[in-house]
C-alpha cells in the first residue's frame, strides 16, 4: 500500500524557515516524481515544488523561485521542501504527491498517483 507522510510543519515568524519531509513507503521511490503543493483556505491547492525521479529536474513557480529548495533521499524514502525567508502568505496546508518519473510542464494534480494527508504551515507573527 503506497503511503506518503508529511512533517515538519508548525508556526514559524515571517523570515523564518522549516525543513518539511515527505516520508514514502509501500512503492519504489526511485522511479518517481515528487511533488509538493500546498492549499490555503479557500484557496485550490497550488503546486510549489516538483522533482524528477533522476533528480535531474526541479520546479519553482515564481512564488516560491529562490525561497524553496526540493531534495530526495532514496535510500531514506524521503523527499524534503526546504523553505527559508517565509512569508505569511505561506500559510498553507502542504502535501507531497507520487507521480511519473518526470514533472509535468505545468503543475497538476491529476498527473500524480499517491498523495499524503498534509502538514500545516503558518508563518504569523
Known amino acids: 500500500q503506497p503511503q506518503l507522510v508529511e512533517s515538519g510543519g508548525g508556526l514559524v515568524q515571517p523570515g523564518g524557515s522549516l525543513r518539511l519531509s515527505c516520508a514514502t513507503s509501500?512503492?519504489?521511490?526511485?522511479?518517481?516524481?515528487i511533488g509538493w503543493f500546498r492549499q490555503a483556505p479557500g484557496k485550490e491547492r497550488e503546486g510549489v515544488s516538483c522533482?524528477?525521479?533522476?533528480?535531474?529536474?526541479?520546479y519553482y513557480p515564481d512564488s516560491v523561485k529562490g525561497r524553496f529548495t526540493i531534495s530526495r533521499d532514496n535510500a531514506k524514502s524521503t523527499v524534503y521542501l526546504q523553505m527559508n525567508s517565509l512569508k505569511p502568505e505561506d500559510t498553507a496546508v502542504y502535501y507531497c504527491?507520487?507521480?511519473?518519473?518526470?514533472?509535468?510542464?505545468?503543475?497538476?494534480?491529476?498527473?500524480?498517483?499517491?498523495w499524503g494527508k498534509g502538514t500545516l504551515v503558518i508563518v504569523s507573527s
Open positions: 504527491a507520487a507521480g511519473p518519473p518526470s514533472c509535468p510542464l505545468v503543475p497538476a494534480t491529476e498527473w500524480y498517483d499517491y
Open positions: 509501500g512503492f519504489t521511490l526511485d522511479y518517481y516524481a
Open positions: 522533482i524528477s525521479s533522476s533528480d535531474t529536474s526541479t
